[in-house]
């Protein structure tokens, strides 16, 4: 399965989504009352992790069906909902714990002026409606890197975040940009490296830009995963799983120690989300998630 082609189309489709707000007018046959959708834990959870999932991972599930199985194993967030399937996720108590939908696409993004204008737009539309919802975090790219340096992309990524700082300020949003790997899955991505996103958020001084922090991608990037972690922490506000390699499950067939990078994690005093972002192999998908978040619930 193809992580880049499968998470692009995902998003594509999200996005397309989020032109309709309200409840989709049909449910899953699996659907149950919301009575039903309580928590039904199989394992006691610690309560050190606060634990989401990624939606485009578990896309043959429609969003109903979704809500209903995460709550049964105690995950209290969705990643990646657009507004279309907010009022599906506050039907269930979840929280949209990363919030999409502003973006053009991975690729396209803060760091060519080309793209500022639709950009700016889009997310000056979109930070009310999250602040509507009472979310925070909304999703957003550096783009690829197109032949510029550093600075380059450094420059014209602060030229356009600086003109939605304030209105993030205004709505207690949290514009976050996703550290993603430009050696395997995303080719020329910019912000692929903790530093570059760090220093970026040094640039704009700003509590309402943090930086989503993909475990996997840095991994594949960079490594050194927990040291990073533990050394930037102050400019993280997300973070997100999976095996590597091959992006599957985050259990023994891969070389990350999650349970080490859990326990880093917190020992930083972060309270928000870890996200599972792992496409199964196993074909009780679900099985695998739950095994996750009991590998991430230390």
Same mark, same amino acid.
């Given at each position: ?75 209290? !967030?969705?990643?990646? &909902? ?77 030229? !356009? ?7 993030? +300020?205004?709505?207690? &949003?949290?514009? &976050? ?47 050194? +995963? ?17 095996? +590597? ?23 930083? !005093?972060?309270?928000?989300? +870890? ?24």
């Amino acid at each position: 399965m193809s992580t880049n082609l499968n998470r692009r189309s995902a998003i594509k489709g999200i996005l397309a989504g989020t032109a309709v707000m309200g409840i989709p007018s049909g449910f899953s046959a699996l659907a149950m009352p919301e009575e039903d959708a309580k928590p039904q834990f199989n394992m006691l959870l610690k309560g050190n992790i606060n634990h989401s999932v990624a939606r485009w991972c578990f896309n043959d599930l429609d969003i109903e069906t979704l809500c209903i199985e995460v709550k049964k194993i105690g995950i209290t !967030g969705i990643d990646l &909902v657009g507004p279309k399937d907010w009022p599906v996720l506050k039907k269930y108590d979840l929280v949209s714990t990363m919030c999409n939908g502003a973006e053009i696409n991975l690729v396209d993004g803060f760091n060519d002026i080309q793209f500022h204008e639709i950009l700016i737009k889009k997310y000056t539309e979109m930070m009310p409606l999250v602040a509507e919802a009472g979310y925070k975090n909304l999703i957003c790219f550096s783009g690829s890197r197109r032949g510029k340096t550093d600075e380059e992309g450094w420059n014209n990524c602060v030229i !356009g975040l600086q003109k939605l700082i304030p209105l993030a +300020v205004k709505h207690n &949003v949290t514009l &976050v940009m996703e550290l993603l790997n430009s050696k395997i899955d995303h080719k020329d991505y910019q912000c692929d490296k903790t530093y570059w996103g760090v220093e970026l958020a040094k640039r704009l001084g700003s509590e309402n830009f943090k930086l989503l922090f993909d475990i996997y991608h840095m991994q594949i990037d960079e490594g050194d +995963v927990i040291r990073n972690i533990r050394d930037n922490h102050q400019y993280i506000t997300h973070f997100h799983t999976a095996g +590597v390699p091959g992006r599957n499950e985050i259990d023994e067939t891969q070389e990350l120690n999650y349970p080490a990078i859990m326990k880093a994690i917190a020992g930083t !005093g972060y309270k928000g989300f +870890v996200g599972q972002e792992f496409i199964p192999k196993n074909p009780n998908k679900l099985a695998s998630l739950k095994q996750a978040i009991t590998i991430c619930d230390i």
